[in-house]
């Protein structure tokens, strides 16, 4: 399965690790644009101007460990597509120049899931997407989301519990199921 990213989920760290991280398990191949890791390294820049070079660094080192993620959406197509915010369309455009099978986005209102059926492309939210993959194949999800959390335990010094760094990471429903599982 083929999986655009938005830059909405791309940005927090935390959903990015896992979602990588579920990505490097086999679960999905993930795709993006140059686009679309420029809105994060510019949302970085915006909350955190201090840790604009960090995320660059992070997008390097995305873009060394999965080289053919990245792909280039035709302008042409671009503009024939029509969605609620015009500035949303080089986001799909990507979607289907690279044969994604879902879009993972958190902007519900800007991709209308009737006109992404259309195009064959399922419109999902991390959560959700990251709660069913759970349901496929738990171990992959847990092992990724445990070592996610232990590292932000690392980087900040103070406890990181499972459901509330979850919830925080926007990712809720993964975050209960886990809890739910014995998981920490």
């Keep these: 399965m083929r999986v655009l990213l938005d830059a909405c989920v791309l940005y927090p760290t935390v ?11 086999g679960a999905f191949t993930p795709l993006w644009s140059e686009r679309i890791l420029e809105e ?7 909350r955190l101007p201090d840790q604009e070079e960090t995320a660059r660094a ?7 460990r999965w080289p053919s993620a990245e792909v280039a959406a035709d302008p042409a197509l671009e503009a024939r597509l029509h969605l609620p915010d015009a500035n949303d369309r080089h986001v799909l455009a990507a979607a289907i120049t690279g044969g994604a099978d879902v879009l993972l986005t958190l902007n519900r209102a800007d991709f209308p899931a009737r006109t992404l ?10 959560d959700g997407f990251l ?4 349901q496929e194949d738990p171990a992959p ?4 989301v445990e070592q996610v959390r232990k590292r932000a335990e ?9 459901r509330p760094l979850l919830k925080r990471a926007r990712l809720p429903r993964l975050g209960k199921a886990l809890s739910g599982s014995g998981k920490r």
């Design 40 to 46: 994060w390294a510019r949302a970085v820049a915006a």
């Design 141 to 144: 999800i847990e092992r990724v």
């Design 131 to 134: 709660f069913d993959l759970w």
């Design 58 to 64: 992070e997008i390097a080192l995305l873009r060394a």
């Design 154 to 162: 690392t980087l900040s010094g103070i406890p990181q519990p499972l």
């Design 15 to 25: 959903m990015r690790e896992i979602l990588l991280g579920a990505a490097e398990t």
């Design 117 to 126: 059926a259309g195009l064959g492309i399922l419109r999902r939210d991390p």
